[in-house]
């Protein structure tokens, strides 16, 4: 499913424009990014999952093309778990 899909699956089930589905999901994922920012960035949709910040430390890698060895530098990185509900429903 695309987000043009999802949008418009919400303006159907929500009985909204989907200019304004499309507002929703922008916001929702504007607000997910800011939390997800915040030193200990965490968001909990109860049923649904928690998306979490991870730190990846640095690390060596091979480049496939090359089979150079390469560095990989440290980063953020977001994690997402499922919540029991979504376990269940799949």
């Known amino acids: 499913m ?3 899909e999802l949008a418009e699956q919400m303006a159907k089930d929500a ?4 200019a304004a589905a499309n507002t929703a999901l922008n916001s ?3 607000n997910v990014k800011k939390a997800l920012k915040k030193k200990d960035g965490k ?3 109860v049923g649904f999952g928690t998306f979490t910040k991870v730190r990846r430390k640095a690390r060596n890698g091979v ?4 089979g150079k060895k390469i560095k990989i530098k440290a980063r953020n990185a977001v994690k997402f778990k499922a919540g029991k ?4 429903a799949i």
């Open 2 to 4: 695309t987000k043009a």
């Open 63 to 66: 480049n496939p093309a090359t």
């Open 43 to 45: 968001v909990t949709l």
């Open 15 to 18: 009985g909204i424009s989907k």
């Open 85 to 88: 509900a979504l376990k269940d």
């Open 28 to 30: 929702f994922q504007n």
